[in-house]
């Protein structure tokens, strides 16, 4: 665990807290929103062709799977409180220097999100 990771305290389902530590902020976005409101089981071994490898990429499914391998995952529909910690993160990315072209990339949004996102507009993207 990264305990100088800016998001560490932010106020996501308990749930949630140990799946983002495993595999980042943006692929557990990405799990709750496929799978948001559903159990999903995590197998021990990950196959190029398995569905949490489509949503997530081969990296970020063989961490879960060494994280949590045999066990069913409970996804709450967590989403707009990973979208408020992503949020932050880019807030505070952004005071640290990183441009906007790179935050975009980073998190695969639009340049023009990660705008509205820095003017404090909140919205549902």
Known sequence: MNM????????????????????????TLKLVTNYGGTRVFVPKRIHDQHRLVNVLGLKAANQLSRRFGGESLTLVRGASALRASRNKEIIEQYSKGVRVAD??????LTERRIYTILSGVSDQA
């Open 103 to 108: 935050l975009a990339r980073t998190f695969a």
């Open 4 to 27: 100088k990771h800016p998001l560490l305290g932010a106020r996501l389902p308990e749930s949630l807290m140990e799946i983002r530590e495993t595999i980042g902020l943006n692929n």
